[in-house]
């Protein structure tokens, strides 16, 4: 079956680091996918992981092992702004195929 | 350019009834895959479709139906609404490129409350 895990909640403060991490268990993996979701917005696409390693996005890195089953998403110098739902999802089959998304990460940044 | 927009935004019904959403995708985008969103979850999928064929369907009941038309626009149907399907209902495209990093552009979503 599928399973992706997230925290639930993470509170944080302006100017710190956060690691949100994501564990996933698939029957295939075809990529890893982080978007940011405001309350009452869209979803938006934060970065994308296929290969093992970290990819870095400006105040944004996120990190692939694989062989763990295992993502971060690690925020930087934290602003208000990044207070949002954290949002993992795994592709299982070809490029196209729908993703399957974790419950979400809801992060509070307070000064 | 515009982004995906949806329509409407809230729309508040009754157990029992039917309900139409419309989604219009990115200009140039020829895929459109539709998720359900429950207040406190990440967003399931419903449906995808490209070129106006389903190219996948997730793990909902036969009342849920969708169809993409040429213009690539989209709408999802909901028969004989439960109070369980009150969720934010979110329409994605995608160019159709099927590059492995092509990303979905989610739009705003419409509220559904179900009374």
């Known amino acids: 079956g599928q399973n992706i895990d997230q925290p639930t909640e993470m509170t944080a403060t302006e100017g710190a680091i956060v690691q949100i991490n994501c564990t996933y268990q698939?029957?295939?993996?075809?990529?890893l996918f982080w978007y940011q979701q405001h309350a009452g917005e869209a979803p938006t696409f934060l970065s994308y992981?296929?290969?093992?390693g970290l990819e870095e996005k400006g105040r944004f890195s996120s990190f692939l092992s694989r062989s763990k089953g295992y993502s971060y998403l690690l925020l930087k110098e934290l602003q208000m702004k990044d207070s949002a739902s954290y949002l993992c999802a795994v592709r299982e089959g070809q490029a196209g195929t729908a993703l399957i998304f974790g419950k979400g990460t809801t992060l509070s940044v307070s000064s | 350019d515009a982004g995906v927009t949806q329509s409407p935004t809230h729309l508040i019904k009754t157990r029992g009834q039917q309900v139409t959403l419309r989604c219009s995708p990115i200009s140039g985008h020829k895929s459109v895959s539709w998720y359900q969103q429950v207040l406190g979850q990440g967003p399931q999928f419903i449906f995808q479709y490209y070129e106006k064929e389903e190219r996948g369907r997730g793990n909902f009941p036969d009342r849920f139906s969708a169809r993409q038309f040429p213009n690539y626009s989209s709408e999802l149907n909901v028969n004989a609404l439960l109070l369980g399907d009150s969720a934010l209902y979110l329409c994605a495209s995608r160019s159709g490129t099927y590059a492995t990093n092509e990303k979905l552009f989610f739009g705003s979503g419409t509220q559904l409350s179900v009374l």
């Open positions: 698939t029957s295939g993996f075809n990529g």
């Open positions: 992981n296929v290969l093992d």
